[in-house]
T-cell receptor, first 111, second 116 residues
Framework: DAKTTQPPSMDCAEGRAANLPCNHS???????VYWYRQIHSQGPQYIIH???NNETNEMASLIITEDRKSSTLILPHATLRDTAVYYC????????????FGEGTQLTVNP | NAGVTQTPKFQVLKTGQSMTLQCAQD?????MSWYRQDPGMGLRLIHY???????DQGEVPNGYNVSRSTTEDFPLRLLSAAPSQTSVYFC???????????????FGPGTRLTVT
């Protein structure tokens, strides 16, 4: 699985969009980009994933660059409950159930 | 559905003691995994299973045993606890999908283990 690079921390004002970047320059063609988050030592929670097209669900949007070497997770209207560590993970289909976590980005949403 | 459940929530062991961390899921997921998380770090994979009767080692398997006799349960055994095994342990489950798509994992609430 490709390695990912994320900033260690970010701040965001409540109600504003939070844009969390991730670099994955060694990603291969059949690897997906996944985002999980972990709120205050709870179990990680799945947010979204994508292959090459941009994706949106009820929680967030995922923007993947055309060369697939980086992506951005967007929380459109951040709330205090979105304060968490966000993990960007690249995984291929042959990885099965295995996820390789980095250190993630600590997002703090301020009132 | 209860999802993924883990017991106990907290445990304190003395060095050399053994114990089993329990994990169960009621979503009929084929895949189950155990991770550990040390303070300030991401999760690391200990062992995983792709179905009943099938297990394999992850990134940090030493000191841990697993078995998968049923689809629902995936216990993690510490045979002789060491202080280095002080950590938070998370169990996860997922289901394979048809080829060409991928699948998310569901995590339990964790077991906080301290070995003195």
């Amino acid at each position: 699985d490709a390695k990912t690079t994320q900033p260690p921390s970010m701040d965001c004002a409540e109600g504003r969009a939070a844009n969390l970047p991730c670099n994955h320059s060694t990603i291969s063609g059949n690897e997906y980009v996944y985002w999980y988050r972990q709120i205050h030592s709870q179990g990680p929670q799945y947010i979204i994933h994508g292959l090459k097209n941009n994706e949106t669900n009820e929680m967030a949007s995922l923007i993947i660059t055309e060369d697939r070497k980086s992506s951005t997770l967007i929380l459109p209207h951040a709330t205090l409950r979105d304060t968490a560590v966000y993990y960007c993970i690249v995984r291929g289909e042959t990885s099965g159930s295995r996820l390789t976590f980095g250190e993630g980005t600590q997002l703090t949403v301020n009132p | 559905n209860a999802g993924v459940t883990q017991t106990p929530k907290f445990q304190v062991l003395k060095t050399g003691q053994s114990m089993t961390l329990q994990c169960a899921q009621d979503m009929n997921h084929e895949y189950m995994s155990w991770y550990r998380q040390d303070p300030g770090m991401g999760l690391r994979l200990i062992h995983y299973s792709v179905g009943a009767g099938i297990t394999d080692q992850g990134e940090v398997p030493n000191g841990y045993n697993v078995s998968r006799s049923t689809t629902e349960d995936f216990p993690l055994r510490l045979l002789s606890a060491a202080p280095s095994q002080t950590s938070v342990y998370f169990c996860a489950s997922s289901s394979p999908r048809r080829r060409g798509t991928s699948y998310e994992q569901y995590f339990g609430p964790g077991t906080r283990l301290t070995v003195t």
